[in-house]
Nanobody
């Protein structure tokens, strides 16, 4: 059975930092590109960052470039998102995503609230 278990969300002040983890089980993690998406209230889910299977290439939504870093550990079956210089507009539910061919899996989502 496939599981993507996220952790690391919470409440943080503007300018602060958070680090997400998403640990996978039930599939061959190293075959899958991994991504983080987010969905703010009243908005569509959007891609935040993506990393290739071997971690050799990443891409980011323009609004988070230079502030967020995605990384992965294929031994620990875990993908991370380091978020620095957080802004109120980063407030959203963040989702871990695994994709390979026709197979797509989602985590349960974790809330991030950036507020003073």
């Amino acid at each position: 059975q496939v599981h993507l278990v996220e952790s690391g969300g919470g409440l943080v002040q503007p300018g602060g930092s958070l680090r997400f983890s998403c640990t996978a089980s039930g599939f061959i993690f190293s075959r899958y590109a991994m991504s983080w998406y987010r969905q703010a209230p009243g908005k569509e889910r959007e891609l935040v960052a993506r990393i290739t299977t071997d971690g050799g290439s990443t891409n980011y939504q323009e609004s988070v470039k230079g502030r967020f870093t995605i990384s992965r550990d294929n031994v620990k079956n875990t993908v991370y998102l380091q978020m620095n210089s957080l802004k109120p507009e980063d407030t959203a539910v963040y989702y871990c995503n695994a994709a390979w061919a026709v197979y797509v899996y989602w985590g349960q989502g974790t809330q991030v609230t950036v507020s003073s």
